[in-house]
T-cell receptor, first 112, second 115 residues
Framework: QQQVKQSPQSLIVQKGGISIINCAYE??????FPWYQQFPGKGPALLIA?????SEKKEGRFTISFNKSAKQFSLHIMDSQPGDSATYFC???????????FGAGTRLFVKA | GAVVSQHPSWVICKSGTSVKIECRSL??????MFWYRQFPKQSLMLMAT?????????EQGVEKDKFLINHASLTLSTLTVTSAHPEDSSFYIC???????????FGPGTRLTVL
C-alpha cells in the first residue's frame, strides 16, 4: 500500500516533443504528490506538486494531471529540451506525516 | 527558496573507519530532517527520520548502530557511518521540512566511497 509505481523506466523524446511520465499509488491517505528532477551527482529538486483537490496544475512547460478515482497522476513536459534530460521521480506523502514515498524514477533523454 | 547544504560533497575512506556527514538548513528551521540512500540508477530509499532533540526513527532493515543520526539543533543533523565497509558506498542525501511551508527540501548529496 505504500508503493508508488512509476513508468516508463526510461524515455527518449525528440526536442520539442512532449514527455509523459506516469505514476500510480494505492494508499488513499496520500494527499501530496510532488515531482522531483535529479541531475547526475545532485540531490533531487522539487519541480511541481499537486494536491488531490485539483485535477491539473501547470507551471510553465510542466503540467501534472491527477486522476483521484484511478489513483494515478502524470507529468507532462511540453516542448521538451535537451536541458530537461534528467531523472524524474514522482512521490507521494501524507501532509503532517512527512514521510515521502518515491517512485522508481524515469530517466529522460531529450534528443537535440 | 529554502536551501539545504551537505558537507562533505564527497568522501573517500578506508574500510573500518567512521565518516560523518552534515546536513544543514541554511535559511529556515527544520524540526524534521530525513536521511536517504541512493544507489546508482535507483530511487531514493529512506533510511531514517531525524527529529530535533529526540532519537531518530529508523526504517526497517537500517542498522541504527551503524548509521548514527544526531539532530542537535533546528538547523543541523548529522549522519555517522560507523566502521564503514565497501558495501556502504553510496550517495547519501538529506532533506529538511520547512515548518512554515510544509515542503521538503533536499540537500545536494554526499558521495561516499569506502575502499
Amino acid at each position: 500500500q505504500q508503493q508508488v509505481k512509476q513508468s516508463p523506466q526510461s524515455l527518449i523524446v525528440q526536442k520539442g516533443g512532449i514527455s509523459i511520465i506516469n505514476c500510480a499509488y494505492e494508499n488513499t491517505a496520500f494527499d501530496y504528490f510532488p515531482w522531483y528532477q535529479q541531475f547526475p551527482g545532485k540531490g533531487p529538486a522539487l519541480l511541481i506538486a499537486i494536491r488531490p483537490d485539483v485535477s491539473e496544475k501547470k507551471e510553465g512547460r510542466f503540467t501534472i494531471s491527477f486522476n483521484k478515482s484511478a489513483k494515478q497522476f502524470s507529468l507532462h513536459i511540453m516542448d521538451s529540451q535537451p536541458g530537461d534530460s534528467a531523472t524524474y521521480f514522482c512521490a507521494a506523502s501524507i501532509t503532517g506525516g512527512f514521510k515521502t514515498i518515491f517512485g522508481a524514477g524515469t530517466r529522460l533523454f531529450v534528443k537535440a | 527558496g529554502a536551501v539545504v547544504s551537505q558537507h562533505p560533497s564527497w568522501v573517500i575512506c578506508k574500510s573500518g573507519t567512521s565518516v560523518k556527514i552534515e546536513c544543514r538548513s541554511l535559511d529556515f528551521q527544520a524540526t524534521t530532517m530525513f536521511w536517504y540512500r541512493q544507489f546508482p540508477k535507483q530511487s531514493l530509499m529512506l533510511m531514517a527520520t531525524s527529529n530535533e532533540g529526540s532519537k531518530a526513527t529508523y526504517e526497517q532493515g537500517v542498522e541504527k548502530d551503524k548509521f548514527l543520526i544526531n539532530h542537535a539543533s533546528l538547523t543541523l543533523s548529522t549522519l555517522t557511518v560507523t566502521s564503514a565497509h565497501p558495501e556502504d558506498s553510496s550517495f547519501y542525501i538529506c532533506s529538511a521540512i520547512s515548518s512554515l511551508r510544509d515542503e521538503q527540501f533536499f540537500g545536494p548529496g554526499t558521495r561516499l566511497t569506502v575502499l
